[in-house]
């Protein structure tokens, strides 16, 4: 009796504990969907004239963005000479529906591995993580990786005081990538883009 109270509770927890990851799981799965349909508003934009130029930022109404000054790949420990890719570039875009919700998202110009995570390091002491896609459904989802929304507010305060960003993710194929960002003009950049975006 006591055997078969015990498994029927076991039971029970286990169902409730995986409905819980299956809900957290599609809770994620819609975020990512979410916000990679913003990809195609970046494409557009490589297209676009940005509004202002301050120095190694773009800000254009929405959103302000910079390309990597410096990008190197490794594997297995070595240091690679050539890679095929495009070149990495990081977004701030601020949200459409809240005025005080920003988006952090950072493009690798490579597919990233799956659900794999991507360290932002600021200075080299402050660490941020952003997120590739769980199941990317084409070739441009697999390219970007965004922060968590709680985390974005602190982000954005560590890119205003800070003077670099490396941003160090991993491939498809196994390589690690490190890309580097000057963040001069970024605190500019993201004022015009704010003042703007209304």
Known sequence: MEKNYLIGNKKAVMRTIM???IRMLKSVILFFHTIALLTVSYA?????????????????????????IEMLAFKNGEKLSKVSRDKGRFYIQMSETNPDNFEVTYFAGFP????????????????FLLYSHPEPQNSGEKSYAWSHPK???D????????SEAIIESNSHTGKVIKDT??????TAAF???????K
């Open 19 to 21: 409905g819980k990851k």
């Open 151 to 153: 985390d974005d507010e």
């Open 155 to 162: 982000l954005i305060k560590a890119l205003k005081k800070g």
């Open 191 to 197: 004022n015009f883009m704010k003042n703007r975006c």
């Open 181 to 186: 960002f000057a963040l001069s003009g970024f």
């Open 112 to 127: 990233l591995k799956t659900a794999s995570q991507v360290i932002v390091k600021i200075d080299n002491n402050k660490k």
């Open 44 to 68: 557009q934009a490589e297209e676009s004239k940005p509004e202002e130029i301050l120095n190694d930022w773009s800000a254009f109404n929405c959103y302000t963005v910079s390309a990597a």
